[in-house]
């Protein structure tokens, strides 16, 4: 089939919008010293110890630390994570929501690790939790699964609307 000039021109331009907004939602994970994944990263711990205080717990006894998984999550928005579909799927989310790249992730991501919570927990030190934190079963995830992701997300966002510190220092 044969696409017309203007609807390539309509793609264009909506690619190009696409795209101009997720930079401008992301400015702040890559310039000097990454500010804004350094909040996000504060910011999950602090959600998480809210939403499953067990949990951050069980990772501090274990000394995890945050920064060790979940930096990975907040520079690659969780692509690594899961396969293509899903991550088309989130993303297509993070676009339709407002702020979604760069405040909605974090409830991602909080559902995310907390959706794992009782297996973490059964893990028995620092480098099993680790390898689990670094190879997630998530290779044949679905879109139903990745529903229920942002499903769960956004009740965390209704819930915890001011879980999100920007660089400026303001929610």
Same mark, same amino acid.
């Given at each position: 089939?044969?696409?017309?000039?203007?609807?390539?021109?309509?793609?264009?331009?909506?690619?190009?919008?696409?795209?101009?907004?997720?930079?401008?939602?992301?400015?702040?994970?890559?310039?000097?010293?990454?500010?804004?994944?350094?909040?996000?990263?504060?910011?999950?711990?602090?959600?998480?110890?809210?939403?499953?205080?067990?949990?951050?717990?069980?990772?501090?006894?274990?000394?995890?630390?945050?920064?060790?998984?979940?930096?990975?999550?907040?520079?690659?928005?969780?692509?690594?994570?899961?396969?293509?579909?899903?991550?088309?799927?989130?993303?297509?989310?993070?676009?339709?929501?407002?702020?979604?790249?760069?405040?909605?992730?974090?409830?991602?991501?909080?559902?995310?690790?907390?959706?794992?919570?009782?297996?973490?927990?059964?893990?028995?030190? %620092? +480098?099993?939790?680790? /390898? =689990?934190?670094?190879?997630?079963? #998530?290779?044949?995830? $679905?879109?139903?699964?990745?529903?229920?992701?942002?499903?769960?997300? %956004? +009740?965390?966002?209704? /819930? =915890?609307?001011?879980?999100?510190? #920007?660089?400026?220092? $303001?929610?």
């Amino acid at each position: 089939a044969v696409v017309s000039t203007q609807s390539t021109g309509n793609t264009e331009a909506d690619t190009y919008w696409c795209l101009c907004k997720l930079l401008e939602s992301l400015h702040d994970n890559y310039t000097f010293a990454q500010p804004g994944i350094q909040m996000k990263v504060h910011d999950l711990r602090r959600l998480v110890n809210r939403i499953d205080k067990q949990l951050d717990e069980h990772l501090e006894r274990n000394v995890v630390e945050y920064l060790q998984f979940s930096f990975r999550w907040m520079n690659n928005l969780l692509m690594r994570e899961m396969p293509l579909s899903c991550t088309i799927r989130l993303w297509d989310t993070y676009f339709a929501e407002p702020n979604g790249f760069s405040h909605f992730h974090l409830y991602v991501c909080a559902k995310f690790l907390t959706r794992w919570s009782k297996l973490i927990k059964s893990l028995p030190d %620092f +480098q099993a939790v680790m /390898l =689990f934190l670094q190879s997630l079963p #998530t290779s044949k995830w $679905t879109d139903d699964e990745m529903s229920e992701l942002a499903s769960e997300a %956004f +009740q965390l966002k209704c /819930l =915890f609307p001011k879980a999100v510190t #920007t660089v400026a220092g $303001t929610t």
